[in-house]
């Protein structure tokens, strides 16, 4: 059994323009010990999926089932006990710390809010043995953040995220505000701890290296909806979705060898807001039919666990 | 290398900003140069001094703090830094003057050719374009700035400019926020290029737009450069970007430059220790190894450099020697510079 | 690669060197240090620290008593004897000016308090929660600064009585209404940083968040608002005082002394001139702590 089932989650948020269609109709399947690597771009609601997965959002629609319960419409004192199991990695390591705490304190929080420490030394002994986990000298626990560097900062944010024993971590471009040489440090600390832990991650990112880097399974998305869903390999090796296709081939590669065909997109993403019932890719689409701008393509299963929303799959 | 064939040289640049906390050794002792119509890569990680020193060739460093304690900068010949010293004392009223008075002229000198011999490009298309301004007049405007052409031709100009970049003219009389960023950042670039400059210098100029986006924009970048022959010095933190449309690369840590080249010596043949750990700390599109062998520790505090090589701490292949003093720039090969006792030696072998 | 050094620099350093602790400052800390560094709020904070000990030790400092009279020194001008003068029933205006301090200080701190629990309070509710709460909360408080507030303080004196306690309810209404925007205002910008969504995620209840996250990370911006509303109260229970509302003659307060004295304004303008002169250091004493305070707390917003 999967970890995690999201089953046709939708998520709208209403503007003044119209209904918003932030995730719409997103289905997946998250095996324990596995990650899952979502990519898209700004605005393809790949965050809100997460957000709405650990329930800092509420969905609009569809079922999450987390461990054999299903958590959307749980009361909030019910939800309290399992979101000590579902927990997040935030992008910004600078804004998402308070920085009027200290990073003994930041990584004691959890643990007081749950009460799971008997006594101050149990606390201290927890909160060290947290800071050893992640990397973080013990000298550190009476810095405040603004003195410390992005790497660390994002330890003290994974450090809080593991206070609580998480099964489920969701981390939002956990490493997207990183030098390369300090984002190498936090993804091999991540991959270590999911192998000491069996933790099951969901990588949110838009950089393509980095989350076929960490990943077991990846999804594209695009405006809201799940595009193409594969295992890494499978899908880099032989990406279906004309998406995702012009995704990879727009990933600037540091070699001077490597000098590939470049599928150039025209335009932009556009708003999700009211969107027409028709392939959401179709203005874009350098492969566009008529049928495209007509209907709106299913998730295919096109064999070896690849799942592609097009209408023109394996043709083209 | 004849002298004219400099667009942009930069001599022994140093730059510090004095701070309540102390003194940040921003950029120290940094020369480079920029031919015509070559686009250079400056490539570092945060906090290397990039962007001070973009900020010292178009001269908007904020002073105080910072202070140019060192260096030349020359623009097509054209000295562009003060050589009247800064004046210690608190009398010495008549060299205030003159220093005061020669930055004044120099100033007078940038207001001139900013935006037309050289211009610059920022990271952020957001808070680079007036919000309250329709796009089409913010570019007719360098144009006025500049050229004396009349109110109309300036805007007839704007809106060939807009064409340039793949934005319709009728969008002239459009604001910024009616804009996606991908279509801000080519408004920044027809103002950039409005008035035909030598020069851009492009501050990580794609950094804050998605990847479909950033290839379209480097597209344009690479073609209009080869158009109008503009020099350019990208200034990047992804050997990505610099792949793309560099001809030459300088990696600058700690505010030093620790190695220069051709793409194919910093792709193919870099021997700075720093440079390696770079290209190893990123993930490998085409080689799924499971770890990662990221550079250990953090730079140096700028405000508390160590007067050996400031990779020391963090270097792999570092020895004794090391300690001794600040490492020389040695010319490895044919204009392949790097500044490492250890690597100097070993790239001569190879 | 050679170091550059100038001797100016040289000596920057040896005297900036190891000056920096590495760890282990709190931002408040770091504020504060700005602050003591910041001469114009070290100046205010001097002037305000030596009203407070006039304060305290006014009976000590006042040569007089402020009730005592003197029929044969009717309206001096300043001397020796009597420093500011005295006024028209003999009385020295130095010491009524210093036992003035214990009116204007006290009133306007405990107004200032009051108004920060009631409107902070509300603010604080109206910004995390948002949506109706907030609408409900923020529409009170616009139609109750529809109503000038030195005239709704009047309105209150004059339903309550004059005296001590009618007038700090009556000013300390004149506050709320304005703490309760500048808290909300505060708790905004502070509400939309990602670590109150980092807590949320984690399950700290509201009430934790706003305690532990929001105050604290709000009271800079309220504390320098707090300072210039000390200011402002104490320019308006001098001017209700003037008005005759709130406290009259015979209290030594400065509003009512510049009252008593403004019909001798010709003859004896010293009557006039140092209880307001009294008013306007305390009142520009408060400014400009407030402001340095600003500038060493809140560097962005220079």
Known sequence: MPLLEIKNVKKYYS?????????????????????????????????????????????????????????????????????????????????????????YQLIAEPIQTYKLAQGKKDLEEKVFGLMEEVGLAKRLSNSYPHELDGGRRQRIGIARALSLDPEFIVCDEPVSALDVSIQAQILNLLMDLQKDKDLTYMFITHDMSVVKHISDDIAVMYLGQVVEKAGFEELFARPLHPYSKALFSAIPVPSIHNRRERILLKGEITSPVNPKPCCRFAARCPHAEDICRQTEPKLRDMGNGHFCKCHRAGEV | MAENSKLLEVKNLTVHYETDEGIVEAVNDISFHIAPGEILGVVGETGAGKTTIARSIMGLLPKPPAHVISGSIQIEGQEMLSDKPESKGFFDFAQKRARSADERRLERIYREIRGKKISMMFQDPMTALN??????????????????????????????????????????????????????????????????????????????????????????????????????????????????????????????????????????????????????????????SLRLKPIKGLMPNPMDLPSYCSFYDRCSVRCDACKDGAPVLREINRGHFAACSAAAGRGEVE | MSKITTPAMVKLNKKTKGRHKETGNTPMQEGLKRLRKNKTAMAGMIIILFLIIIAIFAPLIAPYGYQEQSYTEVRLGPSLQHLFGTDHLGRDIFSRCVYGTRYSLPIGLICTLLG??????????????????????????????????????????????????????????????GMTKNVRAAVFMVRNNEYVNSSKSIGVSDFQIM????????????????????????????????????????????????????????????????????????????????????????????
């Open chain 3, 211 to 302: 305690i532990r996250h929001l105050v604290p990370n709000a009271v800079g911006i309220i504390v320098i608002n707090a300072v210039g509303v000390v200011a402002t109260s104490i320019l308006t229970i001098s001017s209700l005082s003037y008005l005759g509302v709130g406290l009259v003659a015979p209290t030594p307060e400065w509003g009512a002394i510049l009252a008593e004295g403004k019909q001798y304004m010709a003859v004896a303008p010293h009557m006039v001139y140092f209880p307001g002169l009294m008013i306007a250091i305390t009142v520009v004493a408060f400014y400009l702590f407030g402001n340095g305070l600003r500038d060493a707390l809140d560097p962005r917003l220079k």
């Open chain 2, 131 to 288: 919000p309250v301004l329709y796009v089409g007049d913010q570019i007719a405007e360098v144009i006025k700035i500049h050229e004396n052409v009349s109110e109309a031709q300036a805007r007839e100009r704007a809106g060939e400019m807009l064409e340039l970049v793949g934005i319709p003219a009728d969008r002239y009389k459009e604001y910024p926020h009616q804009f996606s960023g991908g279509m801000k950042q080519r408004v920044v670039i027809a103002i950039a290029l409005a008035c035909h400059p030598n020069l851009i210098i492009a501050d990580e100029p794609t950094t804050a737009l998605d990847v479909t986006i950033q290839a379209q924009i480097l597209e344009m970048l690479r073609d209009l450069q080869k158009k109008f022959g503009t020099a350019i010095m990208l200034i990047t933190h992804d050997f990505g970007v610099v792949a793309e449309i560099c001809d030459r690369c300088m990696v600058i840590y700690a505010g030093e430059k620790v190695e220069e080249g051709t793409l194919e010596d910093i792709f193919d043949n870099r021997v700075h220790p720093y440079t390696v750990g770079l290209f190893d700390s990123m993930p490998d599109m085409y080689d799924n």
């Open chain 1, 15 to 103: 503007t003044p323009r119209g209904l918003l269609h932030a995730v719409d109709d997103v289905t997946m399947n998250i095996e324990k010990g596995k990650t899952i690597g979502i990519v898209g771009e700004s605005g393809c609601g790949k965050s809100t999926l997460g957000k709405t997965l650990i329930r800092m959002e509420d969905a609009t629609a569809g079922e999450i089932w987390f461990d054999g319960q299903e958590i959307t419409g749980m009361q909030h004192h019910e939800f309290r006990k399992m979101r000590m199991k579902m927990q997040m990695i935030f992008q910004d390591p600078y804004s998402s710390l308070d920085p009027r705490m200290s990073v």
């Open chain 3, 116 to 177: 920060l629990v009631i409107g902070g309070g509300l603010g604080l509710v109206a910004a995390y929660f948002g949506g109706r709460t907030d609408n409900i909360i923020m529409r009170i408080i616009d139609i109750i600064q529809a109503i000038p507030s030195i005239l709704l303080c009047i309105a209150l004196v004059a339903i309550l009585g004059n005296g001590m306690w009618q007038l700090v309810v009556a000013i300390t209404a004149g506050t709320i209404q």
